[in-house]
């Protein structure tokens, strides 16, 4: 079933096509640019690319890239939990609701710098300060977004969950959060895109290693390609993880749908 | 001592917004006998889904009492519920559906009731991909494979066309028959509670109350005559004039 909503094959390998072709113009674009301005600021697209094999299996990147990963990924985990959570109990309790709402706007609308630089005042330059201030960036949008799905869920399973006395736990794993499913993945991917770039921000003002670190080094150094090809690798594996990770597992939450 | 007793005082909505507060049922009280098939008929409106959501547990805002006899070991009784709408959840197969209300050790019974009600082998279909009348023989599987003390159906066959409604009606009496537990059937439609039921109450338009009890001596097999039926449905309804609407509203319905 899921093969026959598939676009043809035919039309999928030529989108393939068609973005490789993107990318392909926009490095050649980059590689004749950079030659002709012919500045140490602005390398060609082969030089980059040199200077991140280099950094890989000479230099430090692979570390870098694992902690700063690490980072992203605990920042991710604690801010999706948090979130959700606060967001449910938001959708489900008016009094909740209208307590809290106006918090969530101030949070919403505080610059990730305030909250950053706060979180390392308060309390130091520590690994869990520069977590937690990535997390609280990201927690009040996950929970907006999981208070509309928790204001969405259709009453008339509950009644039917209900009524059969299933249980709590049946109840949120096969009633709650397949309704919720649809919010979930689009606070993940919009959380996923804000993590992993305001992580650099808190490597740069207060950690000792980490991609952001780096790229403070190499700021200083006014090294242009090592910048270049770190901000590289970086982005390939957040996409890589997208792709890897998010798309599939999207497909299997709606493949009840035709 | 009955299987099932209700005494609903009052149920009222409070009001919301332009709404003014609406009682819903005033006064309403009825037994129901241990194996016996209720049918509850009344025009639209006039609170049946109320009632049954309140024997149902899924509202406990109202002044009275419902019992329900416990098990013979002691345990609570269980209630099935045949919505009007299947309420299948979408995201879950037709085997899942019905297994989601089951002990785990219980799920054998899934494909047991899947074949009773003539879906043997849909169990792997999501909801989406079965017609109306699909989904309301899984609601009716899943009821009944609870094996529940208490089953409610509040109007589950409307929508549906006429020879669809004619199985599911012997659908269901096969299974009442192969698995007895006392039924009780909401429906606006005389016709169908005078096929099915042992015994009519008669429900006054809102705030709803039994207005008079008629049960119904035909043997079951009977019933298929229907120049009987209607002898007995015009005789109700010379009686009964409000339920007049709700004969009207068959056809539409």
Known sequence: MVVAQRAPSWLRASALVQRIGSVALFVAVWQVAASAAGSRMFPTAGAVFAALVRECVDGPLLFHLGVTLARVAAAFVIAMAVGSAIGIVMGRSRTIDVLFDSWLVLLLNLPALVIIVLAYVWFGLTEAAAIGAVAVNKIPAVAVTLREGARALDRRYAEMADSFRIGRWRTLRHVVLPQLYPYLFAAARSGLALVWKIVLIVELLGRSDGVGFQIQVFFQLFDVTRILAYAIAFAAVIQVIEWAMFQPLERRAGRWRH | ?253
């Open chain 2, 1 to 253: 001592m009955p299987a099932l007793s209700a005494e609903i005082r009052e149920k009222r909505y409070k009001g919301t917004g332009a709404a003014p507060p609406r009682v819903a049922l005033a006064g309403l009280s009825l037994e129901v006998a241990a194996g016996e098939f209720v049918a509850l008929v009344g025009p639209s409106g006039c609170g049946k889904t109320t009632f049954l959501n309140i024997v149902a547990g899924l509202d406990r805002q109202f002044a009275g009492a419902v019992r329900i006899a416990a098990r013979p070991d002691g345990a609570p009784a269980r209630v099935g519920y045949v919505f009007q709408e299947p309420r299948l959840l979408p995201w879950r197969t037709v085997a899942e559906n019905i297994a989601l209300v089951l002990e785990p050790q219980r799920s054998a019974v899934v494909d047991e009731v899947l074949d009773v009600v003539g879906l043997a082998g849909a169990g792997d279909l999501y909801p989406a991909q079965l017609s109306l009348g699909m989904s309301r023989r899984v609601a009716i599987a899943r009821a009944f494979a609870i094996e529940p003390d208490v089953l409610l159906m509040d109007e589950p066959f409307v929508s549906l066309d006429h020879d669809t409604v004619e199985q599911l009606r012997h659908v269901l009496l096969e299974l009442w028959r192969a698995r007895p537990t006392t039924v009780l059937f909401v429906t606006h439609d005389l016709r169908e509670a005078l096929f099915l039921a042992d015994r009519l109450l008669l429900l006054s338009a809102s705030p709803g109350h039994v207005v008079a009890e008629v049960p119904v001596r035909l043997a079951r097999t009977q019933r298929g005559n229907s120049a009987e039926i209607e002898s007995l449905r015009d005789e109700i309804l010379r009686h009964h004039r409000q339920l007049i609407g709700a004969a009207a509203a068959v056809p539409v319905g």
